[in-house]
């Protein structure tokens, strides 16, 4: 009985450590849930009605991309509640497909995108009083049908381009100043609407489905999005220390969201490895 005791006192302090170490980590080496059985819920209605096509996320703020026509398009700004903040004037963005967030300097990178559009990245700085286009990178030579996403971990931008929306598209992992870093193709997906980073992998949002992709191409994953209307964008974001992914529907324009809401113990144990490390590395420096 007596061992008994003793051995569930040292699961109880295990345990106790690592649920400890697994929060402080702030789930850094978890996956976004995506499973057979996620299910996405809707976050907000947009209000405006205009031709939705694009978001991206930061710091408890959506961003939002619209096609206004004849090469014009509006990036607004929301809270998490889907509460208007702000907008640009009518800037030249043009089809405004896709939108991402650069840590490093807080300005909005857009991409015009469209099947017969040349890939011209448009950056944006939403902090100033009018918000404006502050610089133009010209990809143009990487062909058409552009997505967009920034790795904030290695301040590096990435790109979905294909000579149209039916062909295979090519990813290019680029330097801000042009430089290709790497390349690679993967078979068609479908439609692209939205492209995001997060821990090495791509999310790539196309018609009502995400793929999710090593930085070598090699497909991981493949998760349906049941939602009416046509897909409009995909950001990843990190609110309370819970990733969490978003994706934009228009008829009406709407925003929908997919968290890991709370630390099962699947997760825990698919962890511990990990956490076992981080307490032995914690005992050695005391």
Known sequence: ???????????????GCGYHFYKKEKLKSLDLNLNSN????LAFNIMQKDNFQAITYNDDVFYAGFDMGRGQ??????????????????????????LAYRKSNGH????????????????????????????????NSLGNSALIAIDNDNDQLILHTASSDTADPTFSICKFDGTIIKQFTVHNQGVPQGLDYYQNQLYLFTNNKIT??????????????????ESEGMTIGIKNNI??????????????????TKVSLEDFYHDSKFLVKKILQKNNKD
Not at 3 to 9: A, D, G, N, R, Y
Not at 38 to 41: A, T
Not at 83 to 97: L, Y
């Open 243 to 260: 990733p969490f992914i978003a994706v934009g529907y228009n008829t009406p324009n709407r925003v929908y969201i997919l968290s890991r």
């Open 212 to 229: 999710v992709m090593d930085l070598n191409g090699n497909i991981t994953k493949v998760v349906n999005v049941n939602e009416s209307g």
């Open 108 to 139: 909005i990178y857009a991409c015009n995108g469209g099947g017969t559009n040349p890939t011209f990245i448009y950056e944006i700085d939403m902090t100033a009083t009018t918000p404006s286009i502050v610089n133009t990178l010209n990809y």
């Open 38 to 41: 996620h299910k996405f819920e």
């Open 73 to 98: 398009g509006i990036i607004r700004e929301y809270d998490s509640n889907g509460n208007f903040i702000k907008e640009t004037q009518k800037i030249g963005i043009g089809h405004s497909a896709g």
């Open 1 to 15: 009985m007596k061992k008994i005791l003793i051995f569930v006192t040292l699961l109880l302090i295990v345990f």
